[in-house]
């Protein structure tokens, strides 16, 4: 390619879309930050089982916690700039709504929205002093309607809304 490679921040690159959007990127030729909270060498060897010798030396694991500020603000204070943010994390504590403990829904919320906001807010500045860039929030069906998973369903919605506000 005749383009400058692109830093990219892939957030949830342990998961199964997380891996695959950090390959597609790789195969480009670009660098790839994998920010993720796992540490468990099964989820990231598969990995590096999918992935070029060459691909993987453009490929940097980095611990982030998208639930603590200051694993956010440590891990990307690690990078000189951004270019595109894809973030794709989030998980479910439980699945009722009356079964839901508030400890239960407070977490799920700080996982599944408040983290990306996080994310978002630790590249928008840069983003907006160089002119450009890039953010691709993943959300999911869940946020368009009812399913189950209410804590869940409800952050994956409110995640479309924060995304068009930040647009």
């Known amino acids: 390619s005749n383009t400058q490679p692109l830093n990219v921040v892939v957030i ?15 195969q480009r030729g670009h660098n790839v930050y ?32 998208v639930m603590d500020s200051a694993s956010v603000k440590k891990a990307f204070g690690s990078l000189s700039h951004v270019d595109v943010l894809s973030i794709n994390t989030g998980g479910i504590s439980d699945v009722g709504f009356s079964s839901h403990s508030e400890k239960a829904w407070l977490h799920d919320i700080d996982w599944n929205l408040n983290g990306y906001w996080r994310c978002m807010n630790a590249v928008l500045p840069g983003m907006a002093a160089r002119g450009k860039g890039v953010i691709v929030n993943t959300s999911s069906v869940n946020g368009n309607g009812v399913f189950a998973f209410p804590a869940y369903s409800a952050s994956k919605a409110a995640i479309d809304h924060m995304t068009k506000f930040a647009a």
């Not at 949830?12 to 790789?26: K, V």
């Not at 070029?52 to 982030?64: I, L």
């Open 12 to 26: 949830g690159s342990a998961g199964d879309i997380g891996r695959y959007i950090a390959r597609r990127f790789l």
């Open 34 to 65: 994998g920010f993720d909270i796992t540490k468990d060498p099964a989820l990231l060897g598969l990995f590096d089982e999918m992935t070029t010798a060459e691909e993987r030396s453009r490929f940097h694991r980095v611990h982030c916690n």
